[in-house]
């Protein structure tokens, strides 16, 4: 397997290419090469060659006598360049962006293993053994989503981590919202769905200390499915999954990978601030995004092997404070729902 970092340190070109390329972002008018290379300490060949290589993929960057160089428009690429412009140049000291990796969230455990700090964040642009919930896969072609882990560094007990996914649910479909307009709703307890169809996956990975039995990291890892075609995925998933761009073509072409990543930073900061005190917040939000609530539902024990339809039948009530689901089954018995016991499926399709 290769692993060609992105914006690895000691590859100064990379760098000064992702430099220039932030720098050129946040400029509307043109930029001298000379005003770039004395910003970035660099050489103005080191600049002309930057911008070539940006060209080459894909970048169209207009350049004028005695202007200097003004980008035009840029293809839909995760880049380090990119992200920085909208995080800044100190937060992308804690960001790594992978061209291809087996799985963001094993990168993670391994970098929190040598101690990385709270707020370290893998994205790639492609996962070779993308994982999902419960040891299932997470397809993940390259081009086209964004594979994301973040870690976190929380002082408290395993058993009071219960809502993190939940709460993580929320803080992605913000950034999705504010980076492409589109609000997807929540399906219970923390799958991202749009027009009754899953678009995101979020797996929490947690490692504990074995003789204090206090969390070392949790590993959030985030899977959204951003320019597929209805086509790339399996036909057996095709009722059920989707992608940003499928569910709204308007968006087709509009949709920039970099600038979601980035609010998911943004939005993934704000909550590691908030934990665990900001419960609140998280639970409003959560509770108006929710799609499952008021909804027919199949209540399916987690390692069962039954077919959804064979769940037990009831109807979803509410969330509860914990962000557990009250459901009313159809003898009139009510029950609260723990993520970890059940999973839920709508009775007129996914969500
Ligand atoms: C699910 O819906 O089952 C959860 C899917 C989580 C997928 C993400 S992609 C980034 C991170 N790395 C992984 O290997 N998995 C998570």
Same mark, same amino acid.
Not at 67 to 81: A, N
Not at 103 to 110: A, D, F, G, I, V
Not at 248 to 259: E, H, T, V
Not at 273 to 301: F, M, Q
């Given at each position: 397997m290769v692993i060609r970092k992105e914006n690895h340190k000691q590859d100064g070109k990379i760098m000064t290419k992702d430099k220039v390329l932030a720098m050129l972002i946040n400029t509307d008018s043109y930029m001298s090469g000379e005003l770039i290379s004395e910003e970035l300490g660099v050489s103005r060949a080191a600049v002309n060659s930057a911008v070539k290589s940006l060209r080459s993929e894909g970048y169209i960057i207009e350049s004028c006598t005695n202007?200097?160089?003004?980008?035009?428009?840029?293809?839909?690429?995760?880049?380090?360049?990119?992200?920085?412009?909208?995080?800044?140049?100190?937060?992308m000291a804690n960001v790594v962006v992978l061209d291809s990796v087996d799985?963001?969230?094993?990168?993670?455990?391994?970098l929190g293993y040598s101690g990385c700090p709270s707020g370290t964040v893998v994205i790639a642009n492609e996962q070779t053994g993308g994982r999902g919930r419960l040891g299932r896969s997470f397809l993940s072609p390259r081009d086209c989503g964004i594979y994301f882990s973040i870690l976190l560094r929380p002082d408290t007990a395993p058993s009071d981590t219960g809502s993190i996914t939940a709460w993580t649910s929320v803080a992605v479909a913000e950034a999705i919202q504010k980076s492409t307009g589109i609000e997807p709703g929540i399906k219970w307890v923390n799958d991202l769905v749009v027009n009754n169809h899953k678009i995101c996956g979020i797996l929490t990975e947690l490692s504990v200390e074995s003789e204090s039995m206090r969390i070392d990291n949790i590993v959030i890892?985030?899977?959204?499915?951003?320019?597929?075609?209805i086509t790339d995925f399996p036909e057996e998933l095709r009722s059920t999954a989707s992608s940003l761009a499928s569910e709204?073509?308007? #968006?087709?072409?509009? &949709?920039?990978?970099?600038?979601i990543a980035a609010q998911m930073i943004i939005r993934l /900061?704000?909550? $590691?601030? =908030?934990?665990?005190?900001?419960?609140?917040?998280?639970?409003?939000?959560?509770?108006?995004?929710?799609?499952?609530?008021?909804?027919?539902?199949?209540?399916?024990?987690i390692?069962?092997?039954?077919?959804?339809?064979?769940?037990? #039948?009831?109807?979803? &009530?509410?969330?509860?404070?914990?962000?557990?689901?009250?459901?009313?089954?159809? /003898?009139?018995? $009510?029950? =609260?729902?723990?993520s970890g016991e059940v999973s839920v499926r709508g009775l007129y399709g996914y969500a």
């Open positions: 202007k200097g160089y003004k980008l035009i428009s840029r293809p839909d690429r995760l880049s380090s360049g990119e992200i920085e412009a909208i995080v800044g140049p100190e937060r799985s963001t969230n094993k990168k993670l455990k391994e890892g985030i899977g959204l499915n951003v320019s597929n075609k709204y073509p308007d #968006k087709i072409g509009r &949709l920039n990978r970099s600038a /900061d704000q909550l $590691i601030a =908030d934990w665990p005190h900001n419960s609140e917040r998280y639970l409003k939000r959560y509770r108006e995004l929710s799609v499952t609530c008021g909804k027919e539902v199949n209540v399916i024990p390692g069962s092997s039954s077919e959804p339809s064979e769940g037990r #039948k009831g109807k979803a &009530l509410s969330i509860n404070d914990d962000f557990s689901l009250k459901v009313q089954y159809e /003898d009139g018995s $009510i029950s =609260d729902l723990s």
